[in-house]
C-alpha cells in the first residue's frame, strides 16, 4: 500500500512538474517584458528630455524663453539618436513607428509664448531680478531704423493675426479713468506681458538693451509700422487720443477755464454761433495741451491722468494766436512717466497681437545680432512622441 502511495505521487509530480515550469517560464517573461517596457518607458521620456535640451541659447538668454528648432525628419532623427543608444545590445526591442513632431507647438504659436512669458516672469519677479534696475534714458540721438527687407516682413509672425483699432480703445479708456489704472495692478489680466515688454525691449525714452534692430520696440508693438518714426508717431497719437478728452474734461470742470472759452468765442463769434465756438476753442485747448503732454513725456517729464490747475500748462490765448514753439512748463511736474503711459496703452491692447509683436521683435533682433536665416516658425515650445515597442503604444508630450 505503501509503495503504491509513493507511486501515485510520483506520477503526479511528473505530470505537474512540467506544467510548473511552463507557468515559472512564463512569469519570468512576462516579468521580464514588463521590466523591459517600463524601462522603455523611461528611455523614450528621458530621450524627449533631452531632446528638448536643444533650445536656442540666444532666444534663452536675451528673452528668457525656450525655443527649438527642427521638423519632424530632423526632430525624429535625432529622438532615435538619443532612445537607440540608450538600450542594450541584448535587450534590443522591436520598436516601430518611433517619432517626434513639433507641429502642435510651433514658436509662432502666442498662447504657448504667453505662458511661456507668464512663467518667466513670474519666477524672475519673485527672484527680484528686476528690483533696483533703472532703464537708461538715450545719450544722444540714435538714428530711426526702417525695416525694408522684403522677406523678413512677410516672414513675421503677427502678419496673420487681425488688428484692432486701439485708438478707439484708448479714446473709450479716457472716459474710466478707473480702467487705465488697472494696468498698474498686478493681478490684473495682462500686467505680466506688459512688463515684460518693459523689461526686454527699449522705448522712445528708454534703453534696457543694446543690439536692437529698432529704437523705440515698444512702441512697435503698439503701431506695428515698419519704421521708428512711424511707430513713434502713432504712440503720440494714442497718447493724444487718451489726453485730449481727458484735457477737455478739465477745462469745462474748471471755472476759471470755462469763463476764458465763453468770453473768447463771444468776442470771436458774437451771437448764435458762440456756442459752437466755444466747443472748438475748449477741443482745440484740449488737443494744444495733448500735444504739450506728449513733449513734456518724451523729454522725461510727468503728466497726470486727471489735470490740476498747476499742471496744465499751455495758455488759451497761444491756442487762440495759433502759437507753437518749445514746450510749455507747467508749475508741477508730477504724474506719470512716458514709461507708464506706454504701459498704460499695452494695457488696452490686443493680448494676442501684442505677442505676436513681441515675437516680431525677437526674430528681428535675432535675425541681425546672430542667424541672418532666423525664422520662428521654423521652432518648436514643444514635441509630442510616439512609438510602438514590443506590440505596445507609447505617446508622450513635451513641453517647456
Avoid: C
Avoid at 505521487?9 to 512538474?17: G, K
Avoid at 495733448?290 to 495758455?315: F, H
Amino acid at each position: 500500500m505503501r509503495n503504491s502511495k509513493r507511486g501515485s505521487s510520483a506520477v503526479f509530480l511528473t505530470m505537474i512538474l512540467p506544467a510548473l515550469i511552463v507557468i515559472v517560464m512564463a512569469l519570468i517573461y512576462g516579468v521580464r517584458e514588463a521590466v523591459l517596457e517600463s524601462k522603455a518607458d523611461g528611455i523614450l521620456s528621458l530621450a524627449g528630455d533631452s531632446l528638448l535640451s536643444e533650445f536656442d541659447y540666444y532666444v534663452q538668454k536675451e528673452y528668457g524663453l525656450f525655443v527649438m528648432k527642427g521638423d519632424e525628419k530632423y526632430l525624429t532623427k535625432k529622438l532615435k539618436d538619443y532612445a537607440l543608444r540608450s538600450f542594450e545590445r541584448d535587450e534590443k526591442p522591436k520598436v516601430k513607428g518611433l517619432k517626434a513632431s513639433g507641429a502642435r507647438f510651433t514658436a509662432a504659436n502666442t498662447e504657448e509664448i504667453k505662458k511661456q512669458i507668464k512663467e518667466y516672469m513670474k519666477y524672475a519677479m519673485a527672484q527680484g531680478f528686476f528690483e533696483g534696475r533703472k532703464q537708461e534714458a538715450y545719450e544722444g540721438e540714435r538714428q530711426a531704423r526702417v525695416l525694408r527687407h522684403g522677406p523678413t516682413r512677410v516672414a513675421l509672425p503677427s502678419r496673420s493675426i487681425p488688428e484692432k483699432d486701439l485708438a478707439e480703445r484708448a479714446g473709450a479708456a479716457a472716459e474710466n479713468v478707473m480702467s487705465l489704472e488697472g494696468a498698474f495692478k498686478e493681478g490684473s489680466e495682462g500686467y505680466v506681458i506688459n512688463r515684460y515688454i518693459l523689461t526686454h525691449f527699449n522705448n522712445r525714452v528708454e534703453q534696457v538693451k543694446e543690439g536692437s534692430f529698432f529704437r523705440s520696440e515698444a512702441e512697435y508693438i503698439l503701431g506695428g509700422r515698419y519704421s521708428d518714426e512711424e511707430n513713434e508717431r502713432k504712440t503720440e497719437s494714442l497718447i493724444k487720443a487718451v489726453r485730449t478728452p481727458l484735457n477737455l474734461a478739465h477745462i469745462y470742470s474748471d471755472a476759471e477755464k470755462r469763463n476764458l472759452v465763453i468770453t473768447a468765442a463771444q468776442i470771436i463769434t458774437p451771437g448764435a454761433a458762440a456756442a459752437a465756438t466755444q466747443l472748438a476753442l475748449a477741443s482745440a485747448w484740449a488737443y494744444a495741451e495733448a500735444d504739450n503732454d506728449v513733449k513734456l513725456l518724451t523729454e522725461g517729464k510727468k503728466v497726470p491722468l486727471i489735470k490740476s490747475r498747476s499742471t496744465w500748462a499751455v495758455e488759451l490765448e497761444s491756442v487762440i494766436d495759433k502759437i507753437t514753439g518749445k514746450t510749455a512748463e507747467p508749475e508741477e511736474n508730477r504724474g506719470y512717466t512716458y514709461h507708464e503711459y506706454i504701459q498704460m496703452l499695452l494695457f488696452l491692447m490686443d493680448e494676442d497681437l501684442k505677442t505676436g509683436r513681441i515675437l516680431d521683435l525677437i526674430q528681428i533682433n535675432t535675425r541681425k545680432n546672430h542667424y541672418d536665416d532666423f525664422l520662428l516658425q521654423e521652432h518648436v515650445t514643444g514635441i509630442y512622441i510616439e512609438a510602438e515597442i514590443n506590440g505596445r503604444k507609447f505617446g508622450y508630450e513635451k513641453k517647456y
